[in-house]
């Protein structure tokens, strides 16, 4: 009769298992979400507060497509306003994250859709080709800069849903000023791991500032593109004010490289980047913009992005 209690502690024993597993599986997927979604500890790209603002953060893979979004403004000579109205769509679209689903045919930054002739979804999921879109459309729209900013993304996007562009509007304004070079250092990223196992190089980096900034972003010379003393590791980028910033201060066009550089640090391998003597390293990103010691400023006109191999 001595032996029947046990039966019932063994249940119990495999009960408070059981619940400590649960409870230990449930706390490492908690820890896998956070890290994917920019939670605690996670990898992350923050714009600096203004005033008594908060910094607004944004995962690495939201910042590569917004510096996207931005450079093909450069590329077509659009203001910041065009690049505001088109962050703060892709905000609410996608949450800046170039998805291959959405409602019906939706796919991609803006969520545009294939049988409404957007294009083909090969197409629209090409950040700079679905950016280049929107920016299109939005040409269109007579006095686009002057609208609401509710009023001009819904004349693109024809939306069920069109005051919900308004939430996003303060934030994408300040990044839009640290994309665009206008509050030049303003964001910082830390590092990120490489997102595929291809090599990196300049001649990726170069690829990729022509594709999204256009042509006149390099010399027409391999020469004069300047591999440097790193190879093919390194790159000069000259700095030379085009688009809405040409009759400005020529610093902005700096930051706007350097800026971009970093948010997709991680996609082309970029180890450093210096300009206008700050350098951000991804082994130190953690520090952000770090001013360089006094008299090692040399090409300080120039953006520096050196690479991994």
């Keep these: 009769m001595s032996a029947q209690p046990a039966a019932p502690q063994r249940r119990k024993r495999l009960w408070r298992t059981a619940a400590a597993f649960a409870v230990l599986l449930g706390l490492a997927c908690y820890l896998v979400v956070q890290y994917v979604t920019g939670g605690p500890g996670a990898p992350r790209c923050t714009v600096r507060a203004q005033g008594d603002e908060k910094d607004y953060e944004l995962s690495p893979e939201q910042a590569a497509n917004a510096a996207t979004i931005s450079a093909v403004a450069s590329s077509r000579g659009l203001p910041e306003r065009a690049v505001t109205i088109a962050l703060a769509t892709a905000m609410q679209e996608s949450g800046l994250r170039n998805i291959d689903f959405g409602d019906r045919d939706s796919v991609g930054l803006f969520q545009q859709r294939p049988s ?82 291809k090599a990196g190089g300049a001649a990726k980096v170069r690829e990729k500032l022509v594709r999204e900034f256009g042509p006149e972003v390099l010399p027409r010379t391999e020469s004069a593109a300047g591999r440097g003393a790193g190879g093919e590791r390194g790159l000069t980028v000259p700095v030379r004010p085009v688009g809405p910033v ?64």
């Excluded at 001009?152 to 640290?178: F, I, W």
């Excluded at 010691?293 to 120039?302: F, I, Q, V, W, Y």
């Design 116 to 197: 409404q002739d957007w294009g083909t979804v090969k197409q629209i999921m090409d950040p700079v080709y679905s950016a280049g879109e929107f920016y299109r459309h939005l040409a269109k729209v007579p006095g686009y800069s002057r609208l609401p900013l509710t009023v001009a993304a819904q004349k693109v996007q024809r939306s069920g849903y069109p005051q919900a562009y308004a939430k996003h509007e303060a934030n994408a304004a300040r990044l839009t000023g640290a994309l665009t070079g206008r509050d030049g250092g303003a964001m910082t990223c830390t590092e990120s791991r490489p997102v595929d196992s």
């Design 246 to 309: 040409a009759a400005g201060d020529a610093s902005r066009r700096g930051w706007e490289l350097a800026v971009w550089a970093m948010a997709h640090s991680a996609e082309l391998r970029i180890e450093q980047i210096s300009y206008a003597g700050r350098t951000w390293s991804a082994a130190d990103s953690d520090k952000g913009w770090q001013h360089k010691p006094a008299g090692s400023t040399k090409n300080e006109r120039d953006v520096r992005i050196i690479t991994a191999q």
